[in-house]
């Protein structure tokens, strides 16, 4: 899956954990309020990022393809910081030309400028964290915006020039019926986004959702309920022209979000920043300090999660990982399956023991078999996640 | 060392409740008589195995030479022999104890008697054994002496001026309980010029030298070089070393009638030297072996298969390294549709299986898969052709069948007054038909039953206890093969019967069985990606059905860079669980499944 050649990831993955607040259902590397520590941090990623290309690099050879700056929330750091960190990785890995640069933005404080110099940077596309325009149930998810902020975020990101805009969409909200969600996902069609995430809200352990629901404070609805409001967005979504590709993912033609699919695909990126998760080929993760035993396919590896830690060890070191594996043969085609059966395209059989399975699990109407490649249908879409272990053996 | 003089020997053993002291006492005893150095005891030398000293069970016999200067002024030689406790070991319980004179009776002085200590009281006194109580623990704050001694008296009418005080554990009242098992105990009797007449109690494998014999001897003596013969089993030997256990095995030159101890001669097989089987002179034997052997034979069924199939030559190897100690284990292989490749195992009833099995899984690391426990059937088909059917799954088509006969036991059941009601009723749902009833000395009466052996090997034991307060006591023999309707009861799991699921069942209760068989393995068979329908069919019938919902929903919702690693994490440890189960077509079933059958009694 790693193409011929190349060691080199040509996705890249940055993490900027700042938010002004905690949602309740988050589980991802945050870091609270900080404003004075970003020129620091955007410091330290720049310190990480020339650690790795010194080390990884072919700045000639295969420039980025797909950036990625997801967070926390992104769209805080004032512009000179995102057009120093994008000049750092111009300068280490090269962005190819025609790349996808992808920034996640909350609808608060969007500015047209900010938009403006974001693009001018390199910013190709923004992915907004609607979730929801239904005012209540954006007070429920400890959102800092309401649904009128969001629609004038659009409007202002579209007055920027901004081409490529995916709105996240948030259903399954406990309390709430589908009703509620049916009527946010209408009004988002009508701001005419090229891509769509709808996101089931999932229970993390850790976070503050998972406390109230193990104390009985809130209940999650019922799989049925929850699939019910999948079922019918996807449909919505489709009749809009938004296709689905991935689970909770949605474009209109060419606008599918390629940074996504490298993760998908079973490819490899490099991860920056708090948190930041990366996916390396093994010679290259041995080149960056990370032995693995033989027999690897390859590595993930994992930085430090918490913002000051992540800091500290960067400025110490020059790199902020906090752990790495060594993912073998077997681990990797559970992870071809579990990743691949996610996109519509489906996976290629390959192993005498998929090719047993596939048969059973498509006589039960669980996957479709056409010629040699394994999709879900609808019903095996439900339970993915088994099917992928039952084909991986 | 030569003989001691018969009169001067004492042979006995402790019936105790669980915790009452047994195994403290015993060692305060070797202790006390310089037996075994105070430094070198390790808490209750007495119980060896591992499994022994955590159930607190004995379950083989153990024999120990206390050598005690009496008051008198002689010297005795005192034999405590430690018997098993339960009702799997019955028989060899009653071996041991027919190798004594008299039993101390141990009770806790703040709990008082209790059932196991009851029910085992009855089979000494039925073998005329001489009893000495003693209240153990009298040094615990809440010891009630003198109540413990009126119930002794009371409930076993043996007047409250014999009972001892005592503490095993501050070593208090020990020289009494000593210098009562010398002057209460009678002498062995036994002519040392007769033939040789030696009772097997017990016996061990031991790599090294080969089966060694526990013997009482009840005539005649024994030494290395006697020709010696078994009575019962016909195999002769020679007799390479007679011996004592102090407790570790101790060489003497010979051993006489009265005497305890062992005997090595060679053999290689435990079955050779089978419980309860006379020990006799190859030339002039005895005129008769010593009464009560019976042979024993496995009662009860049951296949055990590995989990991981290649495990299955580890797990004839253990079963043939646990046969070598273990006359009354008997394997062999068989096959199932589900299970794959195993063993039917044969087995004295469910303690014994359990113990098998647990030892099986403990001492040869398995992991194992047992199939619910059979008795043996006699089935005749239409053509005339008579066979044994130990497993479920091979009893021929009903259209095949003209007769089943089921195993019959003559059951002995011990308690007290007030519990024979509850006992009755528990003997006659499980299709009993009653025999005789007594009421004996004190407050015990004695019920005898007729009852189908499969209908005691699952919990009728439980039951029995627990509808006594714990106080019955249960004691069978096989009786005789009796017609019965019986059905097989087959389980289908999405349509396909499960051969290891299946169960002979009497007609009358095949539809209530059926229907908890199948409710238990809907709560017993996770959700898979399928429904699941769980049907119990007799002869093709369905009489029953309960359907495991397909699992609703498993998917990820966002499954990002970062998220990879956990989920697929997630999913390989799910895959270690389900290596663990067993794949039946397309439906995955867990081990426990396969006990559901069993279980459904107490479920």
Same mark, same amino acid.
């Given at each position: ?5 190349? @060691? ?12 002004e ?5 988050c589980?991802?590397?945050?870091h @609270? ?13 720049a ?24 967070g ?6 004032a512009?000179?910081l995102?057009?120093? *960190?994008?000049e ?48 209540d ?7 800092s ?16 020039g ?6 996240? *969409? ?14 946010s ?23 503050r959702?998972?406390?109230q629901v ?30 689905q ?19 998908? $695909? ?18 290259l993760?041995?080149r ?11 590595v993930?590896?994992?930085?430090? $999660? ?21 993912v ?10 579990? *990743?691949?059966?996610?996109r519509?395209?489906?996976v ?7 090719r ?19 999709r879900?249908?609808r ?15 | 060392?030569?003989? !001691? ?36 005891m ?19 016999a ?13 010297t005795y ?13 019955a ?52 010891a ?12 076993l ?5 014999q009972?001892?005080?005592?503490? /095993? ?24 010029? /007769? ?13 090294y030298r080969?089966?060694?014999i ?14 010696i ?9 020679t ?38 089987? !006379? ?9 008769a ?7 024993v ?17 580890d ?6 390294r ?5 006359a ?19 087995f ?8 098998v ?7 040869? !690391?398995?992991?194992?898969?047992? !199939? ?8 005749t088909?239409?053509?005339?052709a ?15 069948i ?14 007290p ?5 509850q006992v009755?009723?528990?003997?006659q749902?499980?299709r009993g038909e ?5 009421y ?22 439980d ?6 307060r714990?106080y ?11 017609? /019965?309707?019986?059905?097989k ?20 209760? /095949? ?21 699941v ?13 309960e ?21 697929r ?35």
């Amino acid at each position: 899956m790693i193409a011929p050649g190349t @060691l080199r990831p040509r996705a890249l993955y940055l993490h900027v954990p700042f938010c002004e607040r905690l949602c309740p259902y988050c589980d991802f590397a945050v870091h @609270l309020g900080g404003a004075g520590l970003h020129p620091r941090y955007v410091d330290a990623m720049a310190l990480e990022l020339d650690t790795l290309a010194e080390t990884g690099a072919d700045p000639a050879g295969a420039p980025l393809t797909t950036v990625f700056i997801g967070g926390g929330t992104p769209s805080l750091l004032a512009p000179e910081l995102l057009e120093r *960190l994008l000049e750092r990785v111009r300068a280490g890995f090269g962005i190819a030309p025609g790349a996808e640069v992808t920034i996640e933005a909350n609808p608060s404080g969007i500015t047209s400028e900010a938009a403006v110099r974001w693009l001018a940077a390199g910013v190709t596309r923004v992915s907004l964290g609607v979730q929801s325009l239904d005012d209540d149930v954006l007070r429920q998810l400890g959102r800092s915006h309401d649904a009128a902020t969001a629609v004038a975020a659009v409007e202002r990101l579209r007055q920027a020039g901004v081409r490529h805009l995916s709105c996240d *969409l948030i259903y399954a909200v406990p309390g709430r019926p589908a009703a509620t969600f049916a009527r946010s996902l209408e009004r988002l069609l009508t701001l005419n986004p090229e891509h769509v995430s709808c996101y089931e809200l999932t229970v993390e352990t850790g976070t503050r959702l998972h406390r109230q629901v193990v104390r009985g404070l809130v209940r999650p609805p019922a799989a049925a309920a929850a699939l019910r409001q999948h079922w019918w967005a996807v449909d919505r979504l489709e009749a809009a022209g938004l296709a689905q590709y991935e689970v909770s993912n949605f474009a209109r033609p060419r606008e599918q979000s390629r940074h996504n699919r490298v993760y998908w $695909r079973g490819g490899t990126y490099w991860g920056v920043g708090a948190g930041a998760h990366g996916h390396l080929a093994v010679p290259l993760a041995r080149r960056l300090g990370m032995p693995v035993a033989p027999g690897a396919a390859a590595v993930r590896c994992w930085n430090q $999660r918490s913002t000051p830690r992540y800091l500290a060890q960067v400025e110490r070191e020059g790199q902020g990982r906090a752990g790495w594996e060594g993912v073998q043969a077997e681990q990797r085609r559970l992870e071809r399956w579990l *990743l691949g059966l996610r996109r519509r395209e489906g996976v290629r059989l390959s192993t005498v023991h998929a090719r047993a399975e596939a048969p059973q699990l498509a006589a039960a109407q669980l996957v479709t078999l056409d010629r040699e490649r394994v999709r879900v249908t609808r019903r095996g879409a439900e339970v993915l996640d088994q099917i992928a272990l039952r084909l991986a053996g | 060392m030569p003989a !001691t003089p018969i009169e001067r020997v004492r042979n006995f053993s402790i019936i105790a409740h669980i915790d009452h002291g047994k195994s403290t006492l015993a060692d305060r005893l070797l202790e006390r008589t310089g037996t075994v150095a105070a430094r070198d005891m390790t808490e209750q030398l007495l119980d060896t195995m591992d499994l022994e000293r955590e159930r607190g069970i004995t379950i083989k016999a153990q024999a120990v030479r206390i050598v005690h200067r009496a008051s008198d002024g002689l010297t005795y030689q005192l034999n405590l022999i430690d018997t098993p406790g339960h009702v799997d070991f019955a028989y060899e319980v009653s071996r041991a104890l027919a190798a004594c004179e008299g039993a101390i009776l141990v009770v806790d002085a703040s709990q008082g008697i209790e059932a196991q200590t009851l029910a085992n009281v009855y089979k000494a006194v039925d073998l005329g054994l001489a009893l000495v109580p003693v209240v153990n623990k009298i040094d615990l704050p809440a010891a009630e002496p003198e109540r413990v001694v009126a119930e002794i008296e009371r409930v076993l009418g043996l007047p409250a001026g014999q009972t001892l005080l005592a503490s /095993a554990r501050t070593g208090a009242g020990i020289d009494q309980v000593l210098e009562a098992v010398v002057e209460r105990v009678p002498a062995p009797i036994g002519d040392r010029a /007769a033939p040789l007449q030696a009772l097997i109690f017990d016996s061990k494998y031991d790599a090294y030298r080969g089966v060694i014999i526990y013997v009482r001897l009840m005539a005649g003596r024994i030494a290395a070089g006697t020709q010696i013969k078994m009575m019962a089993g016909g195999a002769s030997f020679t007799v390479d070393e007679v011996g004592i256990f102090r407790p570790q095995m101790t060489l003497v030159d010979e051993l006489a009638a009265g005497e305890v101890g062992y005997l090595v001669a060679s053999i290689r097989d435990v079955r050779d030297a089978k419980v309860g089987d !006379t020990v006799t002179n190859l030339e002039d034997p005895a005129a008769a072996p010593l009464p009560g052997y019976r042979q024993v034979t496995p009662m009860v069924w049951a296949g055990l298969y590995p989990v991981e199939g290649d495990a299955y030559p580890d797990l004839r190897e253990a079963l043939g390294r646990l046969q070598l100690n273990d006359a009354a284990l008997t394997y062999e292989p068989e096959t199932s549709v589900a299970l794959g490749f195993g063993f039917r195992c044969g087995f004295l009833g469910l303690l014994h299986l359990d113990i098998v099995q647990e030892r099986l899984e403990r001492e040869f !690391t398995l992991d194992l898969i047992t !199939t619910a426990p059979s008795v043996a059937y006699r089935v005749t088909t239409h053509d005339g052709a008579e066979i044994l059917v130990d497993n479920p799954a091979q009893l021929p088509d009903a259209s095949q069948i003209d007769q089943i006969c089921e195993p019959r036991v003559e059951a002995e059941l011990l308690m007290p007054r007030d519990a024979v009601g509850q006992v009755m009723e528990l003997c006659q749902e499980r299709r009993g038909e009653m025999l005789h009833l007594e009421y004996q000395v004190g407050d015990r009466a004695l019920l005898r039953y007729d009852l189908p052996l499969g209908e005691i090997i699952s919990d009728f034991y439980d039951q029995l206890k627990s509808r006594s307060r714990g106080y019955a006591s249960l004691d069978y023999e096989l009786r005789a093969y009796r017609p /019965a309707e019986l059905v097989k009861l087959d389980v289908l799991v999405a349509g396909s019967r499960v051969d290891a699921l299946s169960s002979i069942t009497h007609k009358n209760r /095949a539809q209530l069985q059926g229907r908890r068989l199948v409710e238990r393995l809907k709560t017993l068979i996770p959700r898979q990606l399928f429904e699941v329908p769980i049907q119990a069919a007799v002869g093709g019938r369905i009489i029953a059905r309960e359907t495991v919902p397909a699992l609703r929903k498993d998917v990820l919702a966002k499954c990002y860079g970062g998220d990879i690693t956990r989920k697929r994490k997630l999913l390989e440890k799910q895959r270690e669980g389900k290596k663990r189960m067993k794949r039946v077509g397309n439906v995955e079933i867990p081990q426990e499944a396969f006990m559901a059958v069993l279980r459904l009694e107490q479920s």
